[in-house]
Structures are given as structure tokens and as C-alpha cells.
């Protein structure tokens, strides 16, 4: 009998019990190619030795002591690491065990840095519709995706969303990629004048939309807009690179391509890449400034944070993806999993849209191509390309609601940094097949 209480409490799992490479074998031996690295996690696929072998020695010297008494090697290695490599002014690093803490820390790290300089009524956050910040109360109040947030509405904070940098929805015939990033930025200088500056605290964004949108990146110059109109205002700029981060765009940082920094960075998934649970804000000099020569206390804070084993794990991962120049390699493979999947997609009469940043690619479904208008979300089509895959031996992550949590079907493809030409012929055969199985079945 079964005690677990899975996502899911009517589906049936198979039960995974090896992982070598890019796959995934279950307890029958039948194997998975992870496309998707489980959610954009597996960054360096399954196994890595030198990665297991770093959380062992860890775990004979010491497998835990609490941050509150102790700080350990591993986190502060960890930190200058990150430090050393992150972009502008970003200073310091809290760790914490996943991306939805990731996001609540940085947002009361917001908060009380105003109630430091003595702006208490700086309290509004601002984010995007069909956002995704985590499903903890706080990280689900910001994010901006309508289905995930209904049933708990009467629990959280008030957020107000503005429009996506959404090129392939929202831009007009008429418009450039220029002027429609900043139409759309221009949306938030607008909610901070209407609110009143002085009561807005930080703007939250993907700086490559993963999960509800399926890999959208901004258009040129959006990114530099936001952080003008966030240093005009006074409003903190927080980047979530929970998915998009950590070498998943070919860039250890997802916002470098992009020119631009933030006051307050989340990282998660591939910082420990599965090994371990892990993640990390990341801080610049005048927040962490505000509170070390105000209070001098962060009032927040977790049992696991700063865990040795997972710190351990994730130092072992970033020196991996520099020692194998696999930042590089995301770029290369990324261009060619991406011009394999225009030649079998590109012309696809229910494909609108190929989109993303390296080994972080969405694809969009539509019912017709020229319209752009999308599947009757009743037929759960993201959801038969998923199981299809799966019967297949691929795991990729398709979701519905794209363009409004309700309507809308993408695929999501996050594979491994480590996958060669033989696992993008894989991906594009059987990912092809799944979609077809799933468009025959309406």
C-alpha cells in the first residue's frame, strides 16, 4: 500500500531508481532521457561522481550545524564563488534550501531594507502576469499565474501584475521588438505613478520566462528599461533566475546577455543541479549595507539554510560547469537543438512559435498558425504529449495556460549542459512523435 502523498493523488508513477548521463532508468529498466532536466534542475544530467564524491567527504567531516551558531566552509567557499562572477553590485549570498524560499527572502529582504532607511511605506510589489515566483504564500502572491493562485486567493498579499515581455502574443504588426519592449515597460512606470512611488518597494521578473510562459525571452532593450524605470522611481529590481539561471541560457547568469543587474537576485535548481536541495538570493552592497549598519539583523531565516552537504554539492556543480566549459557548450548544443527542432517544427501547421535561450527552449502549440489561436484547453493536449513522451522514454515539460493560466498549450525543453548530437536527434524524433500521438487523439 501506498502512504505517499504525490502532486498528483489519482496518477500512478513509475519509480526511478538509476540515473547515469542524460537518463533516467525506472524499477522496470525501462529508460528516460531527461529533456528537461526534471524541471530545469538535472543541469549536469545524472551521477556526476565528482559532484557525489564532494557531498560524501562532506558528510564525514560534518553533515550539518545550524546557522544560527556556525557558519562552515562549504557556504562561504560557495559564496565568494558566486560573488565572483555575479553581475554589479550584488555582494553577498543568503542560502536557503529552493527557489520558492529563494523568492520570500527576497522579498522581505525588500521590505525591511526600506523600514531601514526609513521608508516604511514602501510595501507594493509589482511583478508580470503569468508569472511564476514558487507556491509558497508570499513567492505565489507575486507570481502571476491565475490558476495557480485562484483557490488561495484570500491568502495572499495584494501584488499588482503588468503585462509580459511577450513578443510573439503581444507585439503589434506594426511595432519593432524595440518599441514593444517598451510599450510594455512602460507599463510599470505607469503602476508605480499610480500607486505612488513612494509606496512601491521592487518590480519581480524572469528575465527568461520558464514554466508558464515556456522559455520567453525579453526583447532587446526591455531589460535596460525596467532598470531605468526602477532607478527613477526608487523600486528595488529583483531578478528570479530560479530556472532561468545558473548556465541554463549560456550564461551563468541569465541577465548578463541582457546588460543588466539587479538589486536582488534568487537562484535555485541548477545551482545544485538535484543533488541537493539548494538555493540562494543574492544581495547587493546597499541592501546589505542598510540592514548590517541599521538593526544588523535579518529577520528571517530557515532550519536548512546554509546546509553544508547541499553547499558542498553546489560548489562541486559550479566548478564542473567551469572545468568542462560547459557554459560554452550550452550556447553550441542549444543552437543545434533549437535549429532541429525549427526543421521538424518550423513549418508545423500546429506549431506557432520556437523560442529561448540556449538549452532553455519552449515550444508553442496553436490550433491554427496564422491565427495564433490556441487549443480548446479541454482537450489537456500539454498533457497527452507529456504522457506520450513518457511512454516513449522522454521527459520533457509541457504545461497549459500560456497565455492566461487557462488557455494555451508549450512544451518546455531544459536538457542536461552534458547532451551530445545523438540526444538532440532523440529528443526531436521522439518529442515529434509524442505531438503528433497527442494532435491525432482530439
Given at each position: 500500500m ?16 538509476s540515473?547515469?548521463g ?6 522496470d ?18 551521477s ?10 562532506q ?11 556556525f ?11 558566486l ?5 554589479g553590485?550584488l ?11 529563494a ?72 511595432e ?5 519592449g ?21 518590480f ?14 525579453p526583447?532587446?532593450?526591455y ?7 526602477c ?6 529590481l ?16 541569465a541577465?548578463?546577455?541582457d ?12 545551482l545544485?543541479a538535484?543533488y541537493?536541495?539548494i538555493?540562494a ?16 539583523f ?54 506557432g ?12 502549440l ?25 511512454a ?6 509541457p504545461?497549459?495556460?500560456t ?8 512544451i ?5 549542459f ?10 526531436v ?8 500521438s497527442a494532435l491525432?487523439s482530439?
Amino acid at each position: 500500500m501506498n502512504h505517499v502523498f504525490h502532486r498528483s493523488a489519482v496518477a500512478s508513477y513509475p519509480v526511478a531508481a538509476s540515473g547515469e548521463g542524460v537518463y533516467i532508468k525506472d524499477t522496470d529498466g525501462k529508460s528516460y532521457l531527461d529533456a528537461s532536466g526534471g524541471a530545469a534542475v538535472s543541469c549536469l544530467g545524472h551521477s556526476d561522481k565528482r559532484v557525489i564524491d564532494a557531498i560524501k567527504t562532506q558528510l564525514d567531516e560534518i553533515p550539518f550545524a545550524h546557522s544560527g551558531f556556525f557558519s562552515n566552509e562549504p557556504m562561504e567557499r560557495l559564496g565568494d564563488h558566486l560573488i565572483a562572477r555575479a553581475p554589479g553590485d550584488l555582494d553577498r549570498v543568503y542560502f536557503v534550501s529552493g527557489g520558492s524560499e529563494a523568492i520570500e527572502a527576497a522579498l522581505k529582504m525588500a521590505r525591511q531594507y526600506f523600514v531601514e532607511i526609513g521608508q516604511p511605506e514602501r510595501h507594493k510589489i509589482i511583478a508580470r502576469k503569468q508569472s511564476y515566483h514558487g507556491n509558497t504564500l508570499g513567492a505565489l502572491a507575486v507570481g502571476g499565474n491565475d490558476w495557480r493562485r485562484e483557490q488561495f486567493r484570500p491568502l495572499l498579499i495584494d501584488a499588482t501584475h503588468v503585462s509580459p515581455c511577450f513578443a510573439y502574443r503581444g507585439r503589434q504588426d506594426d511595432e519593432s521588438e524595440e518599441t514593444y519592449g517598451q510599450r510594455v515597460a512602460d507599463e510599470l512606470d505607469a503602476a508605480i505613478r499610480e500607486h505612488g512611488a513612494e509606496t512601491v518597494a521592487a518590480f519581480v521578473c524572469e528575465p527568461v520566462v520558464g514554466a508558464t510562459l515556456g522559455a520567453v525571452p525579453p526583447v532587446p532593450g526591455y531589460l535596460k528599461r525596467i532598470r531605468e524605470i526602477c532607478d527613477r522611481h526608487g523600486v528595488l529590481l529583483i531578478f528570479d533566475e530560479v530556472m532561468c539561471g545558473m548556465g541554463r541560457t549560456g550564461y551563468l547568469f541569465a541577465c548578463e546577455e541582457d546588460g543588466v543587474a539587479p538589486d536582488l537576485l534568487t537562484i535555485a535548481k541548477g545551482l545544485g543541479a538535484g543533488y541537493q536541495p539548494i538555493g540562494a538570493t543574492l544581495v547587493s552592497k546597499k541592501i546589505f549595507g542598510a540592514i548590517r549598519d541599521g538593526s544588523g539583523f535579518f529577520q528571517h531565516g530557515h532550519t536548512y539554510m546554509g546546509h553544508p552537504a547541499a553547499c558542498a554539492g553546489a560548489l562541486a556543480v559550479q566548478q564542473v560547469i567551469e572545468e568542462d566549459g560547459l557554459l560554452e557548450k550550452v550556447r553550441i548544443m542549444g543552437e543545434k537543438l533549437k535549429s532541429a527542432l525549427e526543421e521538424r517544427f518550423g513549418n508545423h501547421p500546429h506549431v506557432g512559435d520556437i523560442r529561448g535561450r540556449g538549452l532553455f527552449i519552449g515550444i508553442e502549440l496553436v490550433e491554427d498558425r496564422a491565427s495564433k489561436q490556441s487549443f480548446d484547453p479541454s482537450l489537456k493536449l500539454h498533457a497527452k504529449v507529456k504522457a506520450n513522451a513518457m511512454a516513449s522514454g522522454l521527459m520533457c515539460y509541457p504545461m497549459g495556460g500560456t497565455i492566461d493560466g487557462r488557455v494555451g498549450d508549450h512544451i518546455l525543453l531544459a536538457p542536461p549542459f552534458i547532451i551530445d548530437d545523438s540526444h538532440v536527434a532523440e529528443i526531436v524524433e521522439k518529442l515529434g512523435a509524442a505531438v503528433e500521438s497527442a494532435l491525432e487523439s482530439r
